[in-house]
């Protein structure tokens, strides 16, 4: 492997259609010869929000990561390292699967809740299956500068990206999500 899509978003094209992966904006924490891992930033779980809401007594988004291991939480975290159980992305944001700490540190006051976007599962890539996926034109992969991981998105992210590559992305971007209606 000659190269490594860590730290870059992934653009799914619109011929990702029916599935999770449709108009999603993936964030690639980790891609090496062993595979890749990576979140999705733009898609909202209501079920899982609900749960915690129901945990913290206040709302809470939770976003679908990915389509394995859904039992699994996964915590993007904004500033200062509140456990020692972390993987950089950033200087400025890290993740952690360590729940019990990232809540001890939100209902203490240690960790503001906007500073922190939660997860239910991952995107998970066997070796070499990303960049089969990337050859295959599935995904668009793109440097997103200044993109706040902890912002809570939803669609309007994918279009905004899409938007901003131009081009042929333009397209995509004002194309109805079921495109048998275009």
């Not at 975290?77 to 456990?83: C, H």
């Amino acid at each position: 492997m000659n190269h490594s899509y860590k730290g870059k978003i992934l653009i799914s094209t619109p011929d990702i259609s029916g599935d999770i992966f449709s108009r999603s904006v993936v964030l690639v924490i980790e891609h090496n010869e062993s595979g890749a891992f990576g979140l999705i930033l733009n898609k909202k779980n209501s079920q899982m929000s609900s749960k915690f809401k129901d945990f913290f007594d206040f709302k809470i988004e939770v976003y679908d990561g990915g389509p394995v291991e859904n039992d699994k939480v996964f915590f993007i975290v904004k500033g200062k390292r509140v456990t020692e159980v972390y993987t950089d992305i950033t200087d400025e944001y890290y993740l952690t699967e360590d729940i019990e700490r990232i809540i001890n540190a939100v209902l203490s006051g240690e960790l503001d809740i906007d500073h922190i976007k939660i997860f239910s599962g991952y995107s998970g890539w066997s070796p070499g299956q990303l960049d089969a996926e990337v050859q295959r034109k599935m995904w668009t992969v793109v440097d997103v500068y200044n993109l706040d991981y902890t912002l809570p998105n939803d669609q309007t992210l994918w279009k905004s990206i899409m938007q901003n590559l131009g081009g042929e992305f333009l397209l995509w971007a004002n194309s109805p999500e079921d495109i048998s209606l275009n």
